[in-house]
């Protein structure tokens, strides 16, 4: 696999699609990936939102998980987790590996302590509010 290989395409040709995983579709936190979509270069998750934010790095749920019942469908689509980031942005490098073509990852945003109103998960479940992006599942190709 050379410089010439796709992690994803802008145009929709495939490579990220999105799963609906934020609380009750409410519009924040956002989350965007950026960058050159070429195997070796760098892309930029953002996460936009009030409150803390969190970005999360797993492996693709098969079936998203739900956080709390009242929340309207605070979800976690990246699980297990592989890693947490307390930023609201990072960059990832795509390395030059051909074994993973085909392989899938998951980055969704969380934002802890949401200063806006909407759908948040929280207490009694939680020790503190929270609200989940929906989730972008990334395949190599």
Excluded: W
């Excluded at 699609?17 to 930029?44: D, M, R, W, Y």
């Excluded at 693709?60 to 592989?82: D, E, Y």
Aim: glycine letters at 14%; proline letters at 10%; hydrophobic letters at 40%.
């Amino acid at each position: 696999m050379g410089n010439g290989a796709f992690l994803y395409a802008d145009s929709g040709a495939g490579g990220v699609n999105v799963v609906q995983t934020g609380c009750g579709g409410f519009f924040e936190p956002l989350i965007t990936l950026s960058g050159a979509p070429i195997i070796g270069s760098h892309v930029q998750a953002l996460v936009l939102g009030s409150g803390s934010p969190l970005i999360v790095l797993g492996h693709v749920s098969a079936v998203p998980v739900p956080l709390c019942p009242t929340s309207g469908g605070c979800q976690l689509g990246a699980f297990p987790f592989i890693q947490l980031f307390a930023t609201n942005t990072k960059t990832f490098q795509i390395p030059l590996d051909a074994t993973l073509v085909g392989q899938k990852a998951a980055l969704q945003g969380v934002r802890t302590n949401p200063l806006t109103t909407g759908p948040v998960c929280g207490p009694p479940e939680y020790p503190f509010p929270f609200r989940t992006s929906d989730t972008l599942v990334l395949t190599f190709q």
